[in-house]
Protein backbone atom coordinates (compact mmCIF):
# COMPACT_ATOMS: atom_id res chain seq x y z
CA UNK A 1 0.00 0.00 0.00
CA UNK A 2 2.90 2.49 0.65
CA UNK A 3 4.31 1.48 -1.78
CA UNK A 4 2.14 2.41 -4.22
CA UNK A 5 1.42 5.86 -2.94
CA UNK A 6 5.14 6.58 -2.90
CA UNK A 7 5.91 5.23 -6.17
CA UNK A 8 2.95 6.79 -8.34
CA UNK A 9 3.16 10.36 -6.14
CA UNK A 10 6.80 10.73 -7.01
CA UNK A 11 6.03 9.89 -10.50
CA UNK A 12 3.04 12.21 -11.00
CA UNK A 13 5.06 15.33 -9.23
CA UNK A 14 8.37 14.40 -11.21
CA UNK A 15 7.63 16.96 -13.98
CA UNK A 16 7.40 19.76 -11.37
CA UNK A 17 9.29 18.85 -8.86
CA UNK A 18 12.30 18.07 -10.71
CA UNK A 19 12.97 21.41 -12.45
CA UNK A 20 11.82 22.89 -9.17
CA UNK A 21 14.33 21.42 -7.31
CA UNK A 22 17.18 20.51 -9.16
CA UNK A 23 16.87 23.46 -11.99
CA UNK A 24 15.88 24.41 -15.74
CA UNK A 25 19.05 22.16 -16.62
CA UNK A 26 17.90 18.95 -14.95
CA UNK A 27 14.60 18.51 -17.67
CA UNK A 28 15.95 15.53 -19.39
CA UNK A 29 15.81 14.01 -16.07
CA UNK A 30 12.42 14.14 -15.28
CA UNK A 31 11.65 10.78 -17.53
CA UNK A 32 14.16 9.34 -15.85
CA UNK A 33 12.71 9.81 -12.28
CA UNK A 34 9.06 8.60 -13.42
CA UNK A 35 10.74 5.21 -14.43
CA UNK A 36 12.77 4.92 -11.62
CA UNK A 37 9.62 5.41 -9.22
CA UNK A 38 8.12 2.44 -10.68
CA UNK A 39 11.47 0.28 -9.42
CA UNK A 40 9.66 0.76 -5.88
CA UNK A 41 7.19 -1.63 -6.69
CA UNK A 42 9.28 -4.71 -7.25
CA UNK A 43 11.69 -3.47 -4.28
CA UNK A 44 8.78 -3.41 -1.51
CA UNK A 45 7.70 -6.87 -2.41
CA UNK A 46 11.27 -8.11 -2.30
CA UNK A 47 11.84 -6.35 0.99
CA UNK A 48 8.41 -8.04 2.24
CA UNK A 49 9.83 -10.95 0.90
CA UNK A 50 13.16 -11.33 2.65
CA UNK A 51 12.26 -10.00 5.64
CA UNK A 52 8.84 -11.69 6.68
CA UNK A 53 10.01 -15.12 5.28
CA UNK A 54 13.45 -15.79 3.74
CA UNK A 55 15.52 -14.31 6.27
CA UNK A 56 13.91 -15.33 9.45
CA UNK A 57 13.42 -18.78 8.41
CA UNK A 58 16.97 -19.25 7.76
CA UNK A 59 16.13 -19.72 3.85
CA UNK A 60 19.17 -16.99 3.04
CA UNK A 61 21.09 -19.07 0.11
CA UNK A 62 17.91 -18.25 -1.47
CA UNK A 63 18.33 -14.16 -0.55
CA UNK A 64 22.13 -14.60 -2.03
CA UNK A 65 21.35 -16.54 -4.73
CA UNK A 66 18.50 -13.34 -5.77
CA UNK A 67 21.57 -11.37 -5.09
CA UNK A 68 23.66 -12.89 -7.49
CA UNK A 69 20.83 -13.11 -10.07
CA UNK A 70 19.97 -9.73 -10.05
CA UNK A 71 23.25 -8.85 -9.93
CA UNK A 72 23.65 -10.90 -13.20
CA UNK A 73 20.68 -9.50 -14.59
CA UNK A 74 21.89 -6.09 -13.81
CA UNK A 75 25.32 -6.29 -15.47
CA UNK A 76 23.57 -7.94 -18.79
CA UNK A 77 21.36 -5.24 -19.24
CA UNK A 78 23.66 -2.41 -18.33
CA UNK A 79 26.31 -3.77 -21.37
CA UNK A 80 22.93 -3.67 -23.93
CA UNK A 81 21.44 -0.40 -22.99
CA UNK A 82 23.73 2.26 -21.92
CA UNK A 83 25.67 2.32 -25.06
CA UNK A 84 22.51 3.39 -27.32
CA UNK A 85 20.12 4.31 -24.64
CA UNK A 86 22.90 5.96 -21.49
CA UNK A 87 21.18 6.74 -18.49
CA UNK A 88 17.65 5.10 -19.69
CA UNK A 89 19.45 2.26 -20.28
CA UNK A 90 20.99 2.08 -16.96
CA UNK A 91 17.24 2.63 -15.40
CA UNK A 92 16.56 -0.29 -17.73
CA UNK A 93 19.01 -1.91 -16.26
CA UNK A 94 17.66 -1.21 -12.60
CA UNK A 95 14.03 -1.73 -13.33
CA UNK A 96 15.36 -5.28 -14.93
CA UNK A 97 17.56 -6.92 -11.94
CA UNK A 98 14.37 -6.02 -9.48
CA UNK A 99 12.08 -7.72 -11.42
CA UNK A 100 14.46 -11.16 -11.85
CA UNK A 101 15.07 -10.44 -8.04
CA UNK A 102 11.21 -10.55 -7.25
CA UNK A 103 10.32 -12.96 -10.04
CA UNK A 104 13.19 -15.27 -8.65
CA UNK A 105 12.42 -14.92 -4.81
CA UNK A 106 7.77 -15.37 -5.93
CA UNK A 107 9.40 -18.25 -7.74
CA UNK A 108 11.03 -20.15 -4.73
CA UNK A 109 8.55 -19.42 -2.20
CA UNK A 110 5.42 -19.96 -4.18
CA UNK A 111 4.86 -23.05 -2.31
CA UNK A 112 4.14 -20.97 0.42
CA UNK A 113 2.43 -18.06 -0.29
CA UNK A 114 1.10 -18.19 -3.39
CA UNK A 115 1.67 -15.94 -6.23
CA UNK A 116 -2.32 -15.17 -6.93
CA UNK A 117 -2.52 -14.11 -3.31
CA UNK A 118 0.26 -11.58 -3.77
CA UNK A 119 -1.46 -10.64 -6.66
CA UNK A 120 -4.65 -9.82 -5.41
CA UNK A 121 -3.43 -8.02 -2.50
CA UNK A 122 -1.89 -5.71 -4.72
CA UNK A 123 -3.56 -4.61 -7.66
CA UNK A 124 -6.24 -3.01 -5.98
CA UNK A 125 -3.47 -0.64 -4.39
CA UNK A 126 -1.65 -0.09 -7.94
CA UNK A 127 -5.22 1.27 -9.20
CA UNK A 128 -5.05 3.88 -6.34
CA UNK A 129 -2.08 4.60 -7.40
CA UNK A 130 -3.09 5.30 -11.06
CA UNK A 131 -5.37 7.44 -9.85
CA UNK A 132 -3.79 9.16 -7.96
CA UNK A 133 -0.49 9.69 -10.86
CA UNK A 134 -3.33 10.93 -12.76
CA UNK A 135 -4.46 13.37 -10.27
CA UNK A 136 -0.66 14.54 -9.60
CA UNK A 137 -0.22 14.83 -13.49
CA UNK A 138 -2.85 16.36 -14.58
CA UNK A 139 -2.48 19.45 -11.46
CA UNK A 140 1.03 19.60 -12.65
CA UNK A 141 -0.45 21.74 -15.80
CA UNK A 142 -1.23 24.25 -14.21
CA UNK A 143 -0.19 27.62 -14.49
CA UNK A 144 0.86 28.38 -10.61
CA UNK A 145 4.12 28.53 -9.14
CA UNK A 146 6.08 25.45 -8.65
CA UNK A 147 5.99 25.54 -4.84
CA UNK A 148 2.34 26.34 -4.50
CA UNK A 149 1.85 23.39 -7.62
CA UNK A 150 3.36 20.83 -5.90
CA UNK A 151 1.40 21.68 -2.80
CA UNK A 152 -1.41 21.09 -4.55
CA UNK A 153 -0.38 18.11 -6.10
CA UNK A 154 1.04 16.22 -2.78
CA UNK A 155 -2.05 17.20 -1.23
CA UNK A 156 -5.14 16.52 -3.53
CA UNK A 157 -3.45 13.09 -5.51
CA UNK A 158 -2.38 11.96 -1.57
CA UNK A 159 -5.97 12.74 -0.94
CA UNK A 160 -7.07 10.78 -4.24
CA UNK A 161 -5.30 7.82 -3.34
CA UNK A 162 -6.42 7.45 0.47
CA UNK A 163 -9.96 7.57 0.01
CA UNK A 164 -9.56 5.03 -2.78
CA UNK A 165 -7.38 2.73 -0.40
CA UNK A 166 -9.99 3.16 2.00
CA UNK A 167 -12.43 2.18 -0.33
CA UNK A 168 -10.53 -0.90 -0.95
CA UNK A 169 -10.03 -1.72 2.48
CA UNK A 170 -13.60 -1.66 3.22
CA UNK A 171 -14.40 -3.86 -0.26
CA UNK A 172 -11.70 -6.23 1.54
CA UNK A 173 -13.47 -6.74 4.87
CA UNK A 174 -16.87 -6.60 3.72
CA UNK A 175 -15.61 -9.69 1.44
CA UNK A 176 -13.96 -11.68 4.86
CA UNK A 177 -17.78 -11.27 6.40
Known amino acids: MICCIMCFGIAGVAPVFVP ?6 YQETVQLTIYLALVMIPMSVIDVIQTQ ?10 YLRSVLVGA ?19 VIGTFGAQIAVCVYQMAKIRDIYPL ?8 PFFLCGMAE ?8 QMALPPLV ?13 LVCAFCVVKWVQKDLR
Open 20 to 25: FFLGPG
Open 53 to 62: YLIPFGKENI
Open 72 to 90: GVNLLLNALFIPGLQATGA
Open 116 to 123: RQLYSAVW
Open 133 to 140: FGVAYALG
Open 149 to 161: TLVIQVLSAGCVY
